[in-house]
Protein backbone atom coordinates (compact mmCIF):
# COMPACT_ATOMS: atom_id res chain seq x y z
CA UNK A 1 0.00 0.00 0.00
CA UNK A 2 2.83 2.41 0.46
CA UNK A 3 2.93 4.46 3.59
CA UNK A 4 2.49 2.72 6.73
CA UNK A 5 -0.90 3.81 7.78
CA UNK A 6 -1.75 4.84 11.82
CA UNK A 7 -4.56 3.12 13.08
CA UNK A 8 -6.81 3.46 16.47
CA UNK A 9 -9.35 0.85 17.00
CA UNK A 10 -12.28 2.12 19.07
CA UNK A 11 -14.84 -0.46 20.47
CA UNK A 12 -16.29 -0.92 23.56
CA UNK A 13 -15.74 -4.91 23.58
CA UNK A 14 -12.94 -6.40 23.94
CA UNK A 15 -13.54 -9.61 22.37
CA UNK A 16 -13.96 -7.35 18.96
CA UNK A 17 -10.85 -5.05 19.65
CA UNK A 18 -9.22 -8.38 19.94
CA UNK A 19 -10.35 -9.85 16.43
CA UNK A 20 -9.50 -6.36 14.53
CA UNK A 21 -6.39 -6.91 16.34
CA UNK A 22 -5.20 -10.13 14.97
CA UNK A 23 -6.79 -9.42 11.50
CA UNK A 24 -4.81 -5.81 11.31
CA UNK A 25 -1.77 -8.42 11.77
CA UNK A 26 -2.45 -10.10 8.19
CA UNK A 27 -2.78 -6.48 6.64
CA UNK A 28 0.56 -4.96 5.27
CA UNK A 29 1.54 -1.69 6.11
CA UNK A 30 -0.64 -0.80 8.82
CA UNK A 31 0.50 0.31 12.43
CA UNK A 32 -1.79 -0.03 15.53
CA UNK A 33 -0.42 3.12 17.49
CA UNK A 34 -3.81 2.39 20.20
CA UNK A 35 -6.76 0.96 21.05
CA UNK A 36 -9.83 2.59 23.35
CA UNK A 37 -12.71 0.95 24.71
CA UNK A 38 -15.04 3.68 25.08
CA UNK A 39 -15.20 7.39 23.47
CA UNK A 40 -12.93 9.49 26.01
CA UNK A 41 -10.27 7.10 25.75
CA UNK A 42 -10.59 7.41 21.98
CA UNK A 43 -10.53 11.36 21.83
CA UNK A 44 -7.35 11.01 24.04
CA UNK A 45 -5.78 8.49 21.76
CA UNK A 46 -6.75 10.66 18.64
CA UNK A 47 -5.47 13.87 20.08
CA UNK A 48 -2.21 12.57 21.22
CA UNK A 49 -1.52 10.06 18.69
CA UNK A 50 -2.93 11.53 15.53
CA UNK A 51 -3.96 8.97 13.46
CA UNK A 52 -4.37 8.39 9.85
CA UNK A 53 -7.30 5.98 10.24
CA UNK A 54 -9.79 4.72 13.52
CA UNK A 55 -11.95 2.15 13.23
CA UNK A 56 -14.63 3.26 14.77
CA UNK A 57 -17.47 1.39 16.65
CA UNK A 58 -20.89 3.27 16.63
CA UNK A 59 -22.69 1.91 19.59
CA UNK A 60 -20.86 2.22 22.82
CA UNK A 61 -21.93 3.11 26.47
CA UNK A 62 -22.77 6.12 27.22
CA UNK A 63 -21.30 7.95 23.87
CA UNK A 64 -21.40 6.60 20.22
CA UNK A 65 -18.60 7.01 17.86
CA UNK A 66 -20.79 9.92 16.10
CA UNK A 67 -20.56 12.04 19.73
CA UNK A 68 -16.63 10.82 19.00
CA UNK A 69 -16.23 12.62 15.67
CA UNK A 70 -18.80 16.10 17.15
CA UNK A 71 -15.83 16.24 19.96
CA UNK A 72 -12.85 16.34 17.39
CA UNK A 73 -12.77 19.71 15.45
CA UNK A 74 -10.32 18.62 13.44
CA UNK A 75 -10.32 15.50 11.64
CA UNK A 76 -7.19 14.58 9.37
CA UNK A 77 -7.82 11.29 9.88
CA UNK A 78 -10.07 8.92 7.55
CA UNK A 79 -12.84 6.78 9.42
CA UNK A 80 -13.92 2.95 9.25
CA UNK A 81 -16.98 2.54 11.06
CA UNK A 82 -17.99 -0.90 12.49
CA UNK A 83 -21.85 -1.58 12.86
CA UNK A 84 -24.31 -3.92 14.07
CA UNK A 85 -27.37 -2.23 12.89
CA UNK A 86 -28.59 0.81 11.88
CA UNK A 87 -29.97 1.36 9.20
CA UNK A 88 -30.62 5.48 8.76
CA UNK A 89 -26.54 5.78 9.66
CA UNK A 90 -25.39 3.36 6.99
CA UNK A 91 -27.62 5.18 4.36
CA UNK A 92 -25.64 8.47 5.71
CA UNK A 93 -22.15 6.78 5.21
CA UNK A 94 -23.30 6.10 1.64
CA UNK A 95 -24.47 9.64 0.83
CA UNK A 96 -20.84 10.95 2.38
CA UNK A 97 -18.50 8.32 0.98
CA UNK A 98 -17.69 6.94 4.31
CA UNK A 99 -16.58 3.31 4.63
CA UNK A 100 -18.31 0.74 6.87
CA UNK A 101 -18.30 -2.74 7.83
CA UNK A 102 -20.84 -4.91 9.71
CA UNK A 103 -20.43 -7.12 12.27
CA UNK A 104 -19.14 -9.74 12.71
CA UNK A 105 -16.48 -8.22 10.55
CA UNK A 106 -14.84 -10.28 7.49
CA UNK A 107 -11.18 -9.81 6.92
CA UNK A 108 -11.58 -9.61 3.48
CA UNK A 109 -13.73 -6.83 3.75
CA UNK A 110 -11.70 -4.93 6.58
CA UNK A 111 -8.40 -5.49 3.93
CA UNK A 112 -10.36 -4.17 1.04
CA UNK A 113 -11.64 -1.25 3.39
CA UNK A 114 -7.97 -0.32 4.75
CA UNK A 115 -6.23 -0.56 0.88
CA UNK A 116 -9.22 2.18 -0.02
CA UNK A 117 -8.23 4.10 2.63
CA UNK A 118 -4.43 4.18 1.76
CA UNK A 119 -4.93 5.10 -2.06
CA UNK A 120 -7.61 7.99 -0.92
CA UNK A 121 -4.89 9.26 1.25
CA UNK A 122 -2.22 9.55 -1.23
CA UNK A 123 -4.46 11.94 -3.40
CA UNK A 124 -3.96 15.29 -2.60
CA UNK A 125 -7.70 16.41 -3.08
CA UNK A 126 -8.48 13.69 -0.07
CA UNK A 127 -10.84 15.44 2.30
CA UNK A 128 -11.81 13.42 5.54
CA UNK A 129 -12.57 16.78 7.52
CA UNK A 130 -15.26 17.73 4.61
CA UNK A 131 -16.81 13.86 4.38
CA UNK A 132 -17.24 13.60 8.03
CA UNK A 133 -18.61 16.65 8.37
CA UNK A 134 -20.99 16.17 5.91
CA UNK A 135 -21.97 12.97 7.45
CA UNK A 136 -22.59 14.40 10.80
CA UNK A 137 -25.21 17.07 8.72
CA UNK A 138 -26.83 14.41 7.11
CA UNK A 139 -26.86 12.14 10.53
CA UNK A 140 -29.34 15.27 12.09
CA UNK A 141 -31.29 15.65 9.29
CA UNK A 142 -34.78 14.56 9.79
CA UNK A 143 -35.64 14.86 6.81
CA UNK A 144 -33.81 12.28 4.38
CA UNK A 145 -34.36 14.90 1.40
CA UNK A 146 -31.95 17.00 3.19
CA UNK A 147 -28.81 14.79 2.63
CA UNK A 148 -26.05 15.99 0.85
CA UNK A 149 -24.54 13.21 -1.71
CA UNK A 150 -20.33 13.54 -1.53
CA UNK A 151 -19.24 13.66 -5.35
CA UNK A 152 -15.64 12.63 -6.31
CA UNK A 153 -14.34 15.30 -9.02
CA UNK A 154 -11.28 15.79 -10.18
CA UNK A 155 -10.60 18.60 -7.83
CA UNK A 156 -11.77 17.25 -4.56
CA UNK A 157 -15.32 16.24 -3.44
CA UNK A 158 -18.38 18.60 -3.74
CA UNK A 159 -21.36 17.55 -1.29
CA UNK A 160 -24.87 18.72 -3.34
CA UNK A 161 -28.29 18.40 -1.55
CA UNK A 162 -29.67 15.69 -3.56
CA UNK A 163 -33.32 17.73 -3.45
CA UNK A 164 -31.04 20.08 -6.23
CA UNK A 165 -30.01 16.83 -8.24
CA UNK A 166 -32.46 17.73 -11.99
CA UNK A 167 -30.61 14.34 -13.32
CA UNK A 168 -27.60 12.15 -13.86
CA UNK A 169 -26.07 10.96 -17.09
CA UNK A 170 -23.91 7.52 -17.93
CA UNK A 171 -20.67 8.66 -20.09
CA UNK A 172 -18.79 5.43 -20.06
CA UNK A 173 -17.11 4.94 -16.09
CA UNK A 174 -17.91 8.74 -15.00
CA UNK A 175 -21.85 10.50 -14.55
CA UNK A 176 -22.35 13.97 -15.05
CA UNK A 177 -24.52 15.46 -12.54
CA UNK A 178 -26.87 18.39 -13.64
CA UNK A 179 -27.65 20.37 -10.90
CA UNK A 180 -30.63 22.82 -10.14
CA UNK A 181 -29.47 26.52 -10.90
CA UNK A 182 -26.26 25.05 -12.05
CA UNK A 183 -24.80 26.37 -16.24
CA UNK A 184 -22.67 23.24 -16.48
CA UNK A 185 -22.75 19.68 -15.01
CA UNK A 186 -20.21 17.94 -12.45
CA UNK A 187 -18.52 15.32 -14.32
CA UNK A 188 -17.98 12.23 -11.47
CA UNK A 189 -15.78 9.53 -11.23
CA UNK A 190 -17.92 6.85 -10.67
CA UNK A 191 -20.37 4.78 -12.16
CA UNK A 192 -24.40 5.44 -13.03
CA UNK A 193 -25.07 2.67 -11.33
CA UNK A 194 -23.72 3.73 -8.13
CA UNK A 195 -25.81 6.07 -7.76
CA UNK A 196 -28.71 4.18 -8.84
CA UNK A 197 -28.66 2.45 -6.35
CA UNK A 198 -28.37 5.12 -3.34
CA UNK A 199 -30.83 7.48 -5.03
CA UNK A 200 -34.20 5.51 -5.71
CA UNK A 201 -35.66 5.35 -2.34
CA UNK A 202 -35.55 9.16 -2.55
CA UNK A 203 -37.47 10.15 -5.98
CA UNK A 204 -35.44 8.81 -8.28
CA UNK A 205 -36.06 6.78 -11.55
CA UNK A 206 -33.52 5.02 -13.87
CA UNK A 207 -35.37 5.25 -17.36
CA UNK A 208 -33.00 4.81 -19.60
CA UNK A 209 -29.19 2.64 -19.21
CA UNK A 210 -27.87 6.01 -19.64
CA UNK A 211 -30.02 8.03 -17.56
CA UNK A 212 -31.12 8.62 -13.61
CA UNK A 213 -33.76 11.25 -12.72
CA UNK A 214 -35.05 12.92 -10.30
CA UNK A 215 -39.35 12.77 -10.75
CA UNK A 216 -39.76 15.98 -8.86
CA UNK A 217 -38.04 17.93 -12.10
CA UNK A 218 -40.28 16.37 -14.47
CA UNK A 219 -42.06 19.07 -16.99
CA UNK A 220 -44.36 16.22 -18.91
CA UNK A 221 -44.28 13.48 -20.45
CA UNK A 222 -44.70 12.41 -24.06
CA UNK A 223 -45.97 8.73 -24.30
CA UNK A 224 -44.39 6.84 -27.46
CA UNK A 225 -43.17 3.31 -27.41
CA UNK A 226 -40.87 4.05 -24.35
CA UNK A 227 -41.70 7.83 -24.63
CA UNK A 228 -39.67 11.35 -23.61
CA UNK A 229 -39.34 12.68 -21.24
CA UNK A 230 -39.05 16.83 -20.70
CA UNK A 231 -36.93 18.25 -17.52
CA UNK A 232 -37.85 21.42 -16.37
CA UNK A 233 -33.84 22.41 -17.41
CA UNK A 234 -35.64 21.68 -20.54
CA UNK A 235 -33.81 18.57 -21.36
CA UNK A 236 -34.97 15.66 -23.30
CA UNK A 237 -34.45 12.52 -22.04
CA UNK A 238 -35.97 8.94 -23.32
CA UNK A 239 -37.48 6.24 -21.88
CA UNK A 240 -36.41 3.14 -23.02
CA UNK A 241 -39.10 0.46 -23.66
CA UNK A 242 -38.44 -1.83 -21.35
CA UNK A 243 -37.88 1.26 -18.31
CA UNK A 244 -41.09 2.40 -18.91
CA UNK A 245 -42.93 0.36 -16.77
CA UNK A 246 -40.93 0.96 -14.04
CA UNK A 247 -41.07 4.52 -14.87
CA UNK A 248 -44.46 4.63 -15.23
CA UNK A 249 -45.02 2.90 -11.74
CA UNK A 250 -42.69 5.45 -10.32
CA UNK A 251 -44.11 8.28 -11.48
CA UNK A 252 -47.67 6.99 -9.59
CA UNK A 253 -46.16 6.27 -6.63
CA UNK A 254 -44.22 9.59 -6.42
CA UNK A 255 -47.59 11.63 -7.43
CA UNK A 256 -49.34 9.64 -4.28
CA UNK A 257 -46.92 11.41 -2.07
CA UNK A 258 -46.35 14.96 -3.02
Request: contains cysteine.
Amino acid sequence: MGKELKTIIVEDEARGRNALKAMLNHISDVKLIGEASNVDEGIALIENGDPDLVLLDIEMPFKNGFDLLAAIPNRKFDVIFTTAYDSYAIRAFKFSAIDYLLKPIDPEELKCAIEKTASKRQNDIHQPQLQINNLLENLKSMNKQNFKLSLPTFEGSLFIPIDDIIRCESDANYTRFHIRNETKPIMVSKTLKDYDELLTDYGFCRVHHSHLINLKFIKKYIKGEGGIVVMLDGAEVEVSRRKKEVFQKSLEKFASII
